[in-house]
């Protein structure tokens, strides 16, 4: 049975949820953001226009089990992750929009955790944390270290995207949104521009949300590897073109954002080898 959290005080919340054929792992997205200890007010799943029958069916059935906490956005055509994250963006009625992939999950102390940084009129507008990677589902028992909050700038976001979208959380008023027209690094060129726009950013540093897969070398896009380091090449460009930065740093992002991707090559290898 599930946990009763209708007398809990809900976080101001709305959770943003792709989804696109993702019937077998989506309802363990949703479960791990319905039964945080501080729930969040509503969770937006966005169907992008998935084309089995099972995910409809599984997310009528998840409509029915939570119909005050759950709703769902059905999108005429696929447009990929960036446009259905925007979607739900944009339906999101609380102060605060979190973003949770449909293979994810959350701890159940997330957004306990984690909304204290955004909390009070001189709290930044966007934050994250690290996540990790498990095969094994994660329980109750799941225990966070007390660890400092910090304060990351636009600058050093530029050098380690240290904020998975799972991750993140930002005020929902803010004016930016993804840009759907990117395949790969579309998160990242959304933190780089709320960064550079708004200010530094809030980061725990402890793992408050888990990945079923390696993030590099496994289905999905984070296998194209050589597409990623295009697309970051591509956002430092348009960066430098739109004026946040100038030629010399421009240089300096691209040039490490090919090391990066020699050592995400080695991983990957490293890690296909051990997993066979």
């Known amino acids: 049975m599930d946990p009763d959290t209708t007398k809990i005080a809900k976080a101001p919340v709305s959770v943003v949820i792709p989804c696109y054929n993702s019937a077998k792992t989506v309802e363990r997205a949703v479960l791990s953001a319905l039964h945080q200890s501080r729930p969040p007010a509503e969770v937006i799943i966005v169907d992008d226009h998935s084309d089995d029958l099972d995910t409809a069916r599984l997310l009528q059935s998840l ?3 939570h119909p005050l906490d759950l709703h769902v956005v059905t999108l005429s055509k696929n ?4 446009a259905a994250r925007n979607a739900g963006w944009d339906v999101a009625t609380r102060k605060f929009v979190a973003f949770l992939d449909a293979d994810d999950v959350w701890v159940p ?11 009070g009129e001189t709290a930044p507008v966007m934050s994250g944390h ?3 990677v498990t095969r094994q589902p994660v329980g109750d028992s799941e225990v966070i270290p007390t660890v400092a909050r910090q304060l990351i700038s636009a600058k050093q976001l530029c050098f380690r995207n240290m904020l998975p979208t799972p991750s993140v959380i930002v005020r929902r008023d803010i004016s930016l949104r993804f840009d759907a027209k990117r395949q790969f690094c579309e998160d ?15 980061y725990f540093d402890a793992t408050l949300a888990y990945a079923f897969k390696a993030l590099y070398g496994e ?25 946040y930065f100038g030629l010399k740093m421009m240089i300096t992002l691209i040039s ?14 490293i890690g296909s080898i051990s997993r066979r």
Request: aromatic share 14%.
């Open 63 to 65: 409509m029915e089990r």
């Open 79 to 82: 447009g990929g992750p960036a």
């Open 109 to 119: 102390r997330k957004l306990e955790y984690q909304l204290p940084l955004m909390e």
């Open 130 to 132: 690290r996540i990790g």
């Open 188 to 202: 990242y060129d959304l933190w780089l521009r709320i960064a550079f726009k708004y200010g530094e950013f809030g």
């Open 219 to 243: 289905s999905g896009l984070s296998q194209s590897l050589s597409r990623m380091e295009a697309g970051q090449t591509a956002i430092y460009r348009d960066l430098y073109r739109d004026g």
């Open 256 to 269: 490490w954002a090919k090391i990066r991707y020699g050592r995400r090559i080695i991983l990957s290898q």
